[in-house]
Nanobody, 126 residues
Framework: QVQLVESGGGLVQTGGSLRLSCAVS????????MAWFRQAPGKEREFVAA????????DHADSVKGRVTISRDNAKSTGNLQMNSLKPEDTSVYYC???????????????????WGQGTQVTVSS
């Protein structure tokens, strides 16, 4: 049974930083892609960033480029999302997701991911 657990969310002021973490269990190898999505009340779940199994492919949504960095540490079975220069519009629940395969063909699309964490709340005050 694959489980993902996010942590690191919280309340920060505009311009502040947060580092989200995603602990993965239930996989004997790291041959899976990982991504972060976010969802605000009344809105669709939105792609934030993705990374393939070995970090050779990385993508960030245009809305967060330059402010967000995705990474992973396979030795620790952990993914991370470093967020800087946060804005009120970044306020959302952030979800970690894992794909079945190591190199999803469409890493920014929801259907590529079949394992999800419970989400962690990020609130940015103005």
């Amino acid at each position: 049974q694959v489980q993902l657990v996010e942590s690191g969310g919280g309340l920060v002021q505009t311009g502040g930083s947060l580092r989200l973490s995603c602990a993965v269990s239930g996989r004997t190898t790291s041959n899976y892609g990982m991504a972060w999505f976010r969802q605000a009340p009344g809105k669709e779940r939105e792609f934030v960033a993705a990374i393939n199994w070995n970090g050779g492919y990385i993508d960030h949504a245009d809305s967060v480029k330059g402010r967000v960095t995705i990474s992973r540490d396979n030795a620790k079975s952990t993914g991370n999302l470093q967020m800087n220069s946060l804005k009120p519009e970044d306020t959302s629940v952030y979800y970690c997701a894992a794909s079945r395969w190591g190199n999803p063909e469409n890493p920014g699309l929801l259907f590529e991911y079949n394992y999800w964490g419970q989400g962690t709340q990020v609130t940015v005050s103005s």
